[in-house]
């Protein structure tokens, strides 16, 4: 009985503890999605294409966990756009030169405009 009793408070524990995470996740959904804009502000002011590739690097992980928040927000369409972004951001720091660059960066703050469009629909 014991036993029993100590695998279901285990077992209530990790389910609140996901829940909680979760909650903090989407909590943490309008922090991520500011870094992504500060950092794409200064991609595009910069000039350096290594510079510029380092933000995309910054960018796509802020992004990252933007996706992941939106996820647990149950933002869908959100989510799914912000992987779009992700995806364009990566294919911008796989780019041979400045303007194949700007020409992917572009289409991955298009993206990221569309999720937070997206968001004013969520749930």
Known sequence: ???????????LTAVLMASTAQAQSC??????????RLTF???????????AMAL???VRGELGYA???????????TYLQLMTATARARQAEDSANMSE???????????????LAALRNCP
């Open 56 to 58: 995309a690097r910054q």
């Open 101 to 115: 660059f700007m020409a992917q960066f572009n289409l991955s703050i298009l993206a990221y405009n569309e999720a």
């Open 67 to 77: 996706a992941s928040a939106a996820l647990s927000c149950r933002c869908q369409r």
């Open 27 to 36: 909590d943490q959904l309008p922090t991520y999605l500011d870094d992504a």
């Open 41 to 51: 502000g200064e991609v595009r002011d910069d000039v350096d294409i290594d510079r």
């Open 1 to 11: 009985m014991v036993r029993g009793t100590r695998q279901s408070l285990l077992a």
